[in-house]
């Protein structure tokens, strides 16, 4: 998992994948942000999902990882908690089976840390790390960010 400012995508130029996404996002706004997911490359090899929603407790969001895909997610309005856990952690359980249609599977578990993304910052999990996001602050707040996915 990495947690940095959308200014420092030239620290990721040898992972060319990452560095593309990262360029893109770059020049999405808030008033340019798309309506609904955005196809960027053939067979899901990437593309942009907008995402418009009330941070919660974290109680009630669940953890997810994916097998096929990086996320890539990046704020644009609003303050969001983003926290990771190892999936090899025992704490770590899987909650149901992992749908291969979206590339998807929840967990249940305690988080290793929580991380605070703003408007400009973006949070990376590769395939196989397990996040958990819309975590609130001090009570629920509106935000605006878009989601990259990365076919690895």
């Known amino acids: 998992m ?11 130029k040898d992972m060319p994948k990452v560095y593309e996404a990262l360029c893109y996002l ?13 196809d ?5 090899q990437a593309f942009l999902v ?5 941070t919660e407790p974290e109680e009630t969001a669940p953890f997810e990882a994916h097998r ?8 644009l309005e609003g303050t969001e908690g983003v926290q990771t856990a190892d999936v090899n ?5 899987p909650n149901g089976e992992f749908r291969v249609n979206n590339d ?5 578990g305690e988080p290793d840390g929580t991380y605070w993304l703003r408007p400009g910052l973006f949070a990376l999990s590769f395939p196989g790390e397990v ?3 819309g975590i609130m602050k001090d009570k629920p707040e509106p935000i605006k960010k878009v989601v990259y996915k990365i076919g690895m």
């Not at 940095?4 to 030239?10: A, F, G, L, P, R």
């Open 89 to 93: 952690d025992p704490r770590i359980t």
């Open 68 to 75: 096929l895909r990086a996320d890539i997610h990046y704020m």
């Open 40 to 44: 960027l490359k053939p067979d899901n």
């Open 131 to 133: 996040h958990r996001t």
């Open 2 to 12: 990495i947690f940095d400012t959308i200014k420092n995508k030239d620290k990721y």
């Open 26 to 38: 770059e020049n999405v706004t808030v008033e340019n942000m798309p309506e609904k997911r955005l």
């Open 50 to 54: 907008p995402k418009v929603y009330d």
């Open 104 to 108: 998807c599977g929840d967990f249940f």
